[in-house]
């Protein structure tokens, strides 16, 4: 495991969904204030991107079918998913976030 860096903190605003590429998978940045969200940008209903969808209060919504994810913790609050999606820790290390991933 490791942080990667993904952006300097001040071009990443609230009520936004942005996306990142890594090696390996796309994720998805939600900010709150100054917490930072974190999750796979593939919907688990059938793989819609999650950061062209929409924000609402704690959840973002899915723009293909309107599945609902909570999301800090990734999980489904409305169908047609019935799978989470997967979260990662987010940490602000010299004014940049950084995500933990796995390593390849
Ligand atoms: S692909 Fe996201 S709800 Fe269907």
């Known amino acids: ?13 609230e009520g936004k969904i942005y ?3 890594t090696r390996y998978l796309e994720i998805a ?15 688990s209903h059938d793989g819609g991107s999650i950061s062209d969808g929409e924000i ?11 599945a609902a994810f909570d999301m800090k913790t990734g999980e489904v609050l409305c169908m047609p998913a019935t799978e989470g999606l997967k979260i ?3 940490r602000v290390h010299e004014g940049f976030l950084e995500v933990l991933l796995e390593d390849e």
């Not at 495991?1 to 952006?7: E, H, T, V």
């Not at 939600?30 to 930072?36: A, N, Q």
């Not at 609402?56 to 309107?66: D, L, M, S």
Request: charge should be negative.
């Open 19 to 21: 996306s990142f590429s």
């Open 1 to 13: 495991m490791a942080y990667q860096k993904l952006s300097p903190i001040d071009q990443i605003s």
């Open 88 to 90: 990662f820790p987010t």
């Open 56 to 66: 609402e209060e704690n959840r973002v919504i899915c723009p293909r079918h309107f």
């Open 29 to 43: 940045i939600v900010r709150k204030s100054d917490e930072f969200f974190a999750f796979e940008d593939v919907c």
